[in-house]
């Protein structure tokens, strides 16, 4: 089994979510990855759709080391520095009209905390300190602190901590390809915002600050879409009622789907948006919160903002921010997100026909999943018993593969897989990928009986 660790290995003294143990990596570039034993496999996932530009980018390293000779850390509370205040700038560039205030942090559950805080501080700011319950979609994932846990539609996750934070409303999230009625891709859309109203309208609009969601879903759903009627419809509807609405793009920014916000593809208006992952790239844990002066004023005017992070706005992880964003402008990176991310649909696509188990194919870009099911008709999961989302990782991995997968969708359990390599990922490259997803999933028939 490659990905394990190598025999002999000693008992660590670290820990993560579980026991399982995995091989050491060795050093990576560009698309691969290659572990301590000089077994090198295709990063598909880009780590957790982090790395987005790739591995060991010389150009990113070189800013990084110049930053390293001048400042590594200047406290915020003691010096401005520069690639935070030029970070900040290029960002506010890249955001829709108005969202000019950059809130850095580092990592993406920092960035949804500091989007939920700052909310309800412009509620109380401006009289309106009745507006406390953000509602958020089920299945979703938010982030792993508490706040965040507690908008985040995922009961594994969220269970175990309910006495220590209060869960937030949930809807459903847009599962329209899962529905069987007559109605129409874009009435679905509808139906599904439409959710929105009736939860505010349940809850007491005088107490709903804020609704948030990923624009392109990320691991909870799979890539999950909605029809495109559904974002005006949820944007009207957080007007009507006075709500914040909330983009997490933890996942979806960073140009992941071919637009440097997933909420581009639709000319969303957010209030706020989280981001992370792909702004460092993976070369330095970083995060942000954009949100507009119309917010941010009124809560430094009463005081200030309760909130703040030690390492916020760091020297080398914006300097990284900085190239990171170079490589993407200099180098068409959304151009070829957008490229070879239609070429790689297109490929799972043809593999959705060879394989009738794979009942549905989505996303944008290079933020790309397909899911199982038992039966295209009825569109019914593959019994959870065949730990299918969890085969299909390590029969790609044995093959040279990363790839991404969970068992959860709409309501119901469902296995998908992502395949999200980085976005400077070449079309010969793309054939490789496919071809070893191609036989894993073959291996995946042949084993299950599918
Ligand atoms: N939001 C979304 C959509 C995510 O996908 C993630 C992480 O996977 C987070 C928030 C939390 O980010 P982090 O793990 O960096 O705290």
């Given at each position: ?54 591995h060991?980018?010389p ?19 003691h ?14 560039g890249?955001?829709p ?9 580092s ?19 401006v009289?309106?300190?009745s ?13 792993s ?30 599962t ?14 509808l ?7 009736e ?9 709903v ?9 990320g ?6 879409t909605?029809?495109d ?7 009207e ?18 140009g ?5 916000l ?17 702004l ?12 507009p ?7 430094l005017d009463?005081?200030?903002f ?10 080398l ?7 990171v ?18 070429l ?11 394989f ?18 038992a039966d295209?008709?009825?569109m019914?999961p ?46 010969e490259?793309?054939a ?19």
């Amino acid at each position: 089994m490659p990905n394990q660790p190598a025999a002999g290995r000693p008992a660590s003294h670290l820990f993560y979510q579980s026991r399982l143990r995995r091989p050491l990596a060795s050093h990576a570039e560009g698309i691969y990855i290659w572990d301590e034993t000089g077994r090198k496999v295709i990063d598909g996932s880009s780590g957790a759709m982090v790395v987005n530009i790739g591995h060991g980018n010389p150009r990113v390293l070189e800013a990084m080391k110049r930053q390293m000779d001048k400042v590594t850390f200047a406290y915020r509370l003691h010096f401005e520095n520069e690639p935070a205040e030029e970070l900040a700038r290029r960002l506010a560039g890249l955001m829709p009209e108005g969202m000019d205030k950059v809130f850095f942090v580092s990592g993406g559950s920092e960035a949804v905390e500091s989007c939920l805080k700052l909310a309800r501080q412009w509620a109380v700011a401006v009289g309106q300190a009745s507006r406390y319950k953000v509602i958020s979609r089920f299945p979703s994932y938010h982030g792993s602190t508490l706040g965040a846990l507690a908008v985040t539609g995922y009961d594994a996750l969220t269970a175990p901590f309910l006495p220590m934070m209060q869960a937030m409303p949930k809807i459903k999230a847009p599962t329209a390809y899962l529905d069987r009625d007559n109605l129409s891709m874009e009435e679905r859309g509808l139906k599904y915002a439409d959710m929105l109203e009736e939860k505010v309208l349940a809850e007491g609009p005088e107490s709903v600050l804020a609704f948030i969601m990923e624009p392109i879903g990320g691991a909870s759903t799979g890539a999950l879409t909605a029809p495109d009627s559904y974002y005006p419809r949820i944007r009207e509807i957080c007007d009507r009622y006075g709500i914040l609405l909330i983009h997490d793009e933890v996942m979806s920014g960073a140009g992941r789907t071919g637009k440097y916000l997933g909420g581009d593809h639709w000319n969303c208006n957010p209030d706020l948006i989280a981001l992370s992952k792909g702004l460092g790239a993976g070369y330095c844990p970083l995060g942000a919160m954009i949100a507009p002066s119309r917010l941010v004023q009124p809560v430094l005017d009463a005081g200030g903002f309760a909130h703040g992070y030690t390492y916020a706005g760091n020297p080398l992880a914006c300097a990284a921010g900085l190239a990171v964003l170079d490589e993407i402008e200099n180098h068409d990176l959304l151009g070829n997100a957008t490229r070879v991310g239609n070429l790689l649909r297109q490929e799972l696509e043809g593999l959705a026909e060879r394989f009738p188990f794979i009942g549905d194919v989505r996303g944008k870009g290079l933020l790309l999943a397909a899911e199982f099911i038992a039966d295209r008709e009825t569109m019914a999961p593959l019994p959870k018993e065949m730990n299918a989302y969890q085969r299909v990782v390590d029969i790609a991995y044995e093959r040279g593969l990363i790839i991404y997968s969970r068992r959860t969708r709409g309501g119901t359990e469902g296995d998908h897989f992502l395949v999200c390599p980085p976005m400077i990922i070449t079309p010969e490259e793309i054939a490789e990928t496919v071809g070893i997803l191609e036989s894993t999933l073959a291996e995946l028939a042949a084993e299950l009986g599918l």
